[in-house]
Structures are given as C-alpha cells and as structure tokens.
C-alpha cells in the first residue's frame, strides 16, 4: 500500500495552525510588507530597509506568506499576487488591510478562545454587554475598520435598486456603522436624503464618512437602538445591513415588522446577510459565518433563504427575491410588501 493512500494528519495540522497563517497576514498589514513590495522593494533586506525591521523577521515573515500563497517568491525577491496587490497594497482604493483592527481585536478572538462554551451553551455572551452598550468602542473599531471591506457590497446594492436616477428617496440605513450603505446610495441617487441609526458615538464615524464622500448634507443621524428608537415614516428604502444574524428569529421578526410600519406601500428593503444553503455547509464562507455567531451572540446565526424568507412573510413582506452577490460571501434579499 502507498503511504499516501493511507490516513493523514495533514488537514487536522493546518486547521490546528490557522491561526499562525493569520497572525503572519496580520503582522504583514501592521508592517506594511505589501506596499512595501508595490513600491519596488523586492528583496528581504528591502523590504526590511522600507519597513523599519529586521532582515531576518522580514525573511522568515515572507516566505512563510510565500507558503501561505499571500506572496510569490522567485529567487531572493518577493512579488505580490493579483489580490494582495488589489486588497493589501495602499496604493490600491481597494486596500481592506484595517479589518484586521476588528477581525482580530482582542474581544472578537475571545469568543474563540471560549469556543467549547458556547458549543455547550449553545451561544456566547462574550461580547454581549460590549455590543449593548452605547458607549462601547467596540462598534467604532467596527466602524473604522470595516469600511473597506463593505463598499463592494454597498455599490452593488445601490445599483440594485434599479430606480431612475433622479428619484427623490427617503431611506434609512438600520445599524450604519460606518455609513458605506447609505452614503454610497446618496452618491447614487442625488435626490436622496439618508437617515443612519446607530449609538450616538458610531455615527460620528459615519458622519465623517459622509463629509468624505460629499454627500453631508443630505445625511441625517438618528441615534439610538433600532429595537427603541422611533425611525419616523415615509421611507422609500430601509437599508438592513449585516444586522439579523445577531439575534434570533423572534427578535429578527419584531424589527422586521417595525420596517414595515415606517416604509412606504412600494417602498423597499434591502437585507445584507451571509446565507448559507440549506444544507448548511456550502458555500464554504456563507456557512462557517454561523460559527461567528456562536462564538460572539447568545443566540445568532447565519440564516438560509427560507428562514429570511419566512421571517419577511410573518413580518408582512410577501415578496422576497434572493439575490447572491458574487463573488462576495455575503447575499441580498430584496423585500416588498
């Protein structure tokens, strides 16, 4: 018998020393290894020279990102892939390195670190209080450090809306954070006017956003929970973003309905969640979401189609079309009364 036809422990070994894979990435962004490399510093005594470290550090550093397949190596000089180039260099506008900043704060990785608790539980509380609290820096880091990341998602929502241009629009953005969602639907439609609700300290992070990109004056702070908060009426689109895999059916039915009451007969709401197949383990990103959840929520999940679904018709949306957002792990529901 070939060895290799036999057992191995391979998969067991790389799953157990993940996380190395993504504190190496992670020291890489901190140190900006990978602008480093786009500014021509190819070597390891280059980018060491650009970056202010050790040759040795840089070294081992890069060819264990070489192995990971975040770099290509070619002699002694390192290259960056087409994605680290597009995501991990800044000098790309695409550049994602800050999610690293929530990701992979200390609270996110404690859910982990009491993973076999909550399996037991059946839910962590970890960040319970930190995610309640309207005081706590736990939603700015959110809010500066994923950004980035969101703004695909929120360009192709806004041309899901499929409106004429110069509609005017009313639109609430449920739990803004960083207020990528709203703002890239005012940049959109120039007649928009955009309510963001969060806590009072997030939407400043928001509203700088909106001053970044020009449309200030037509974005409106509503501070305050989404399960308290009064969102006033008339609105033409509810924007519901990364938001209902926190909690369970029950609660996710309760703001639902409250959508419902302040969105206009025709008006639209545009959910953003992470959704996986029925059978729960496909598409790979989509289904390990769920995971996410046990770690750091009493009692959210990443939820199938049918589940949203069936949340949105006993909430009073009767029409509810799933569209996949490739190659984003992450899907839009569009729903209509």
């Known amino acids: 018998m070939n060895p290799s036809d036999g057992p191995s422990p391979e998969l067991f070994w790389s799953t157990l020393t993940g996380f190395q894979h993504s504190a190496a990435l992670k020291a890489a962004i901190e140190l900006e290894v990978f602008t480093a490399i786009d500014n021509g510093s ?4 280059a980018i060491a020279s650009a970056t202010g470290a050790a040759e040795r550090g840089i070294r081992i550093l890069c060819d264990s990102l ?5 770099l290509t190596k070619a002699g002694i000089d390192y290259s960056l892939t087409q994605d680290t180039a597009f995501f991990l260099s800044k000098k790309s506008p695409a550049y994602v390195g800050s999610v690293t900043d929530f990701i992979m704060s200390p609270t996110q990785r404690r859910g982990f670190d009491d993973l076999t ?14 995610s309640l609290d309207p005081e706590s820096p736990m939603w700015i880091t959110f809010a500066r450090a994923m950004m980035p990341m969101m703004r695909p998602a929120a360009e192709m929502i806004a041309a899901r809306l499929g409106l004429d241009k110069d509609t005017k629009l009313k639109v609430l953005d449920i739990a803004a954070g960083h207020g990528i969602f709203g703002i890239t639907v005012a ?9 963001a609700l969060d806590w009072k300290n997030v939407l400043a992070v928001a509203q700088e956003n909106a001053e970044c990109f020009n449309v200030a004056s037509r974005f409106h702070q509503i501070a ?5 908060t009064d969102f006033g009426g008339d609105y033409d689109v509810v924007l519901l973003p990364n938001f ?10 309760t703001l639902v309905r409250k959508i419902g009451a302040c969105l206009n007969a025709d008006g639209k709401l545009m959910t953003l969640e992470f959704v996986p197949n029925d059978d729960r383990i ?16 009493p009692a959210g999940d990443a939820y199938t189609f049918d589940e949203l679904k069936n949340m949105f018709e006993s909430s009073g949306f009767s029409r509810n079309e799933h569209v996949p957002l490739d190659p984003l792990p992450q899907h839009l529901v569009v729903s209509m009364k």
């Open 66 to 70: 070489a192995v990971i397949g975040l």
């Open 187 to 195: 940049q959109k439609y120039p007649n928009a006017e955009v309510y």
């Open 244 to 253: 209902l895999h926190h909690f369970d059916p029950p609660t996710c039915e």
């Open 117 to 130: 608790d909550a399996v037991k539980r059946g839910g962590s509380n970890v960040t319970g209080e930190a």
């Open 42 to 45: 190819r070597s390891a005594a």
């Open 224 to 228: 305050g929970s989404a399960f308290d």
């Open 282 to 297: 496909s598409p790979p990103s989509e289904a390990l979401f769920a995971l996410v959840m046990l770690a750091a929520t």
